[in-house]
């Protein structure tokens, strides 16, 4: 019987071992798409006690807590930080064969060196030799990136955000680098008149263009987009159902637009043909800078209308949507292409049946003048575990080619995510030793072992230009 998280965890054979240990531990990491605060980072916050930096914000282990009858008062409500704590320790046991099973002891192990199994007997002395340890100096938000070998990072930032803590980060570097990501996802929401047109005007204050029509909010895209890159930005994100690729004409956008900002709803085709056009633009621009376009296709979002009344959005009610996206994908990454505007892309799908969608989509458009051009996004949200990452590496590399993938990154709000690098790892490791021992690869070590450290690193670097 094996140990518990021992230093094999995850690897079943002998080869695997050896890749792990003498080829992807070496490797910094590069989280190219994360939800960490740069605020934090910028001030190398300090948290007070293992609640704060463990369980606020992280709705995995709230839907967690909810299911096993925890009351919604200990998730986000008014509990202590140690009665929170504790409820999350009561939790524990009963999220076995859950990843958070594995992830919950893999930081405990990783970060505070502790490899008791939580639980409501271990939880007061595990709460209290966490926050000892989180009360000193190397426990700051930046020395828990470099001891992590986080080499660089990636925020997730709206078009209007200032990027001041990006800058002060920039102007006092500690070793990681951390650079934005534009995510225009709000600019999309022409639905809600309302809303849309108080967004717009946040965009004209930020921009210095006074957006009256369509060409004025490209121009103002524009203008964001220049001011991002020059923090280092190298990226864009979306979270959309699916990608929109409804037909339509410029004059069409114009009238759209224009019905907007004067206050008027708009809706059905009319939405769809603005957020199309508003893509195809986007799109265009990021091939201009050399920009990499990601693409997280098929969440549910805020399921719960009475919970989403109560805590707001990202706070666990949303879920694997059924949408359908072959179609609208193709036709809007044709467009890209026949006009030579189609930059770098990620896509990240969240049900398993796209799958094979996803990793055939690939070589339509694998033009030879970038390796791996086109990406299939690493396991995302309900498939980052074990099943759903072994699944997505399995089926790229039936359909596409496993050695140009660029990897892990953690998706996270929480400092203590790192492990899931580490998880990412294992397993990619345990999928190519178990081949090898099968005689399914050869037995070629040093080749195979360059593979495992370009796709935890090396593919990254090059393909992100960091």
């Not at 340890?133 to 997730?156: N, Y």
């Not at 263009?209 to 121009?219: A, V």
């Not at 050869?442 to 495992?452: C, R, Y």
Request: charged fraction near 25%; hydrophobic fraction near 35%; glycine fraction near 6%.
């Amino acid at each position: 019987m094996k140990k518990f998280l021992s230093d094999d965890f995850l690897l079943q054979t002998k080869t695997a071992k050896t890749l792990y240990h003498d080829f992807a531990t070496q490797m910094p990491i590069i989280d190219y798409h994360c939800h960490l605060s740069p605020k934090d980072i910028a001030e190398n916050r300090q948290f007070e006690n293992i609640t704060k930096i463990w369980l606020d914000g992280d709705h995995y282990k709230w839907r967690a807590m909810r299911t096993n009858g925890v009351s919604e008062y200990y998730c986000t409500g008014l509990a202590s930080d140690y009665e929170k704590f504790m409820k999350w320790a009561e939790t524990v046991p009963n999220t076995m064969r859950n990843p958070l099973y594995h992830w919950t002891h893999l930081e405990l192990k990783n970060f505070f060196g502790i490899q008791k199994i939580l639980s409501p007997t271990t939880a007061r002395e595990i709460f209290e030799e966490c926050n000892e340890k989180l009360s000193k100096p190397e426990f700051g938000t930046q020395g828990i990136l470099q001891r992590m070998k986080v080499e660089v990072l990636c925020t997730t930032d709206d078009p209007t955000d200032s990027l001041e803590y990006h800058q002060k980060i920039a102007d006092e570097p500690f070793g990681t680098k951390v650079f934005p990501t534009f995510r225009p996802d709000k600019v999309f929401g022409i639905e809600n008149t309302e809303k849309f047109n108080a967004y717009l005007d946040k965009l004209s204050q930020v921009s210095g263009i006074e957006i009256r029509k369509f060409r004025h909010l490209q121009e103002a895209l524009k203008d964001r987009i220049d001011f991002f890159h020059g923090l280092g930005c190298r990226l864009s994100d979306y979270g959309l159902e699916a990608v929109y690729a409804e037909d339509f004409k410029e004059s069409e956008i114009k009238d759209i637009f224009r019905t907007v900002r004067e206050g008027k709803q708009t809706k059905g085709k009319d939405v769809l043909k603005f957020r199309s056009a508003l893509l195809v633009f986007l799109g265009e621009e990021y091939a201009r800078k050399g920009w990499v376009q990601q693409f997280h296709l098929g969440a549910m979002r805020n399921n719960n209308s009475r919970m989403m009344e109560l805590l707001g959005a990202d706070a666990g009610f949303d879920s694997i949507g059924d949408f359908s996206i072959a179609h609208s994908l193709s036709k809007f990454l044709d467009n890209l292409d026949s006009n030579d505007r189609l930059a770098k892309t990620i896509i990240y799908n969240l049900h398993p049946k796209d799958n094979e969608v996803i990793a055939t989509m690939l070589g339509n458009f694998n033009d030879g003048s970038v390796r791996g051009k086109i990406q299939f996004g690493s396991g995302w949200w309900f498939l980052d575990q074990k099943d759903g990452m072994e699944k997505q590496m399995n089926v790229l590399s039936n359909m596409g080619l496993l050695s140009c993938f660029v990897g892990m990154l953690t998706d996270s709000r929480s400092f203590l995510s790192y492990p899931r690098h580490e998880y990412f790892r294992r397993i990619l490791c345990n999928l190519l030793g178990n081949d090898i021992e099968n005689g399914e690869l050869p037995n070629d070590m040093e080749w195979i072992g360059k593979m495992v450290q370009n796709i935890c690193y090396g593919n990254a670097k090059e393909y992100f230009n960091f």
